[in-house]
């Protein structure tokens, strides 16, 4: 797929400089016109963060898992974000269409479970589907809420230095849920950041 949209940015890039025009085009928004069209021909497409927040590589500290997962080398990675370089944010990113999220909503329904490790993934993402559930939250998108404040609630429990940078009012963690059709975000939990939930950003 990245082929698919990193060829027409260079070839755009290529033209305008061609035409001395290239002076105004930049990757980033290169790559946005590019994943926007992707998405319109319906193709599945996920954005990297530095896409979707208007940031250059390295600008941001990300670490990425399949459903959130929340091993320890996750917790020890957003620690590390938080504690040694600073960042006062973490944000726990979600997207409609997440594969993970609906292995996990199928998994109760059909009895089967995906074999090797991706097992364990869909293994932790199903607490999030039934407790949505029991609570007559049926959407896809509300089971996709339901799990992100549930991941944003389990960081703060599993690590205590984040647990206390948020309490301190020194670090917040919030969960945002990605349009990949319309690129919005809205936000579905917030700790130690006083926005409303639904805000959309």
């Not at 305008?16 to 105004?24: M, Q, V």
């Not at 944000?91 to 009895?111: I, K, N, R, T």
């Not at 963690?173 to 700790?191: C, E, I, Q």
Request: hydrophobic fraction near 45%; proline fraction near 4%; aromatic fraction near 4%.
């Amino acid at each position: 797929m990245l082929r698919g949209v990193v060829e027409p940015c260079v070839t755009a890039l290529r033209r305008e400089a061609a035409h001395g025009r290239a002076g105004g085009l930049s990757w980033a928004g290169l790559l946005r016109s590019a994943l926007r069209a992707d998405r319109d021909r319906h193709r599945p497409a996920r954005l990297a963060a530095e896409i979707i927040f208007d940031r250059g590589l390295g600008d941001l500290f990300v670490v990425r898992t399949a459903g959130h997962a929340m091993g320890p080398e996750v917790i020890g990675s957003i620690e590390y974000g938080v504690d040694v370089l600073d960042c006062p944010l973490v944000v726990v990113l979600g997207h409609d269409s997440c594969g993970a999220v609906g292995a996990a909503c199928a998994a109760p329904e059909d009895g089967m479970a995906p074999a090797g490790y991706i097992r364990d993934v869909v293994e932790r993402g199903t607490p999030s589907v039934l407790a949505a559930r029991a609570a007559g939250r049926v959407s896809t998108e509300e089971i996709l809420a339901e799990h992100m404040g549930d991941i944003v609630d389990l960081s703060l429990y599993r690590s205590r230095l984040l647990a206390e940078r948020v309490a301190a009012g020194q670090a917040a963690v919030v969960g945002l849920r990605y349009s990949l059709a319309d690129g919005t975000a809205r936000l579905v939990a917030a700790r130690g950041l006083a926005m409303p939930v639904g805000s959309a950003l």
